[in-house]
């Protein structure tokens, strides 16, 4: 059973650099054909990918937050990170790492964890 767990601050000052890490157990970031997204839900908004390292490190990141982001990894810790710079109030989510399968779907996630930016 695969599972992934976010960790960071929850709390973070406009303009600074969010900074996210997820563990993940029962699998490794470097099997074969998986995705490792970053996924991030506003309040009373819908889900919005961010971004995904590929199982050979390879990033792919939306349009929308390409300038600001960056996704790496730690293949002997088996987790990946988030940084997202220069954040704003509306950067204010819960945000979700999550695996992309062979099915063409997100089948695992972790619990979420809230971030949010204040001044």
């Known amino acids: 059973q695969v599972q992934l767990q976010e960790s960071g601050p929850g709390l973070v000052k406009p303009s600074q650099t969010l900074s996210l890490i997820c563990t993940v157990s029962g699998g490794s970031i470097t099997t074969n054909s998986y995705y490792w997204s970053w996924i991030r839900q506003p309040p009373g908004k819908g889900l919005e990918w961010i971004g995904h390292i590929r199982y050979d490190g390879g990033t792919y990141y939306s349009p929308s937050l390409k300038s600001r982001t960056s996704i790496s990894r730690d293949t002997s810790k088996n987790q990946f990170t988030l940084q997202l710079s220069s954040v704003t109030p509306e950067d204010t989510a819960v945000y979700y790492c999550?695996?992309?399968?062979?099915?063409?779907?997100?089948?695992?996630w972790g619990q979420g964890t809230q971030v949010t930016v204040y001044s």
């Open positions: 999550a695996r992309y399968g062979r099915g063409y779907t997100w089948d695992y």
